[in-house]
């Protein structure tokens, strides 16, 4: 039951949270459209589902961080950032896979 209690907060708190999911949501049926073998639709599949997990992840740190508290702190905005990096790194890696298999 935790996990979808934090998949529900992280949807009502967390607006990137909600833009990916709509992103999946549009982008997994056409998964089934593609013309590609079944290891190409599992890594499609599996690009967008990284993205959402990494998402979860970043929100779980930045709440951790504010509820250690609001002032600003070197340290804190270090591993907000990093979140954000790895959520960015994420969204490149998902778009060169569907590049990849959409393309060749």
Not at 27 to 48: G, H, Q, W
Not at 52 to 59: H, R, T
Request: glycine share 4%; proline share 1%; with cysteine.
């Amino acid at each position: 039951m935790n996990a979808v209690s934090g998949l529900k907060a992280c949807w009502i708190n967390e607006s990137a949270f909600r833009q990916e999911v709509m992103l999946c949501l549009v982008l997994y049926p056409f998964i089934f459209f593609v013309n590609a073998t079944s290891v190409e639709k599992a890594l499609l599949f599996s690009s967008l589902t990284l993205v959402v997990i990494v998402e979860l992840i970043n929100s779980a740190i930045e709440c951790t961080i504010d509820r250690i508290g609001l002032e600003h702190n070197e340290l804190s905005g270090r591993a907000k950032d990093m979140g954000a990096a790895a959520v960015m790194m994420t969204l490149f890696m998902m778009m060169g896979v569907w590049l990849c298999v959409l393309l060749y």
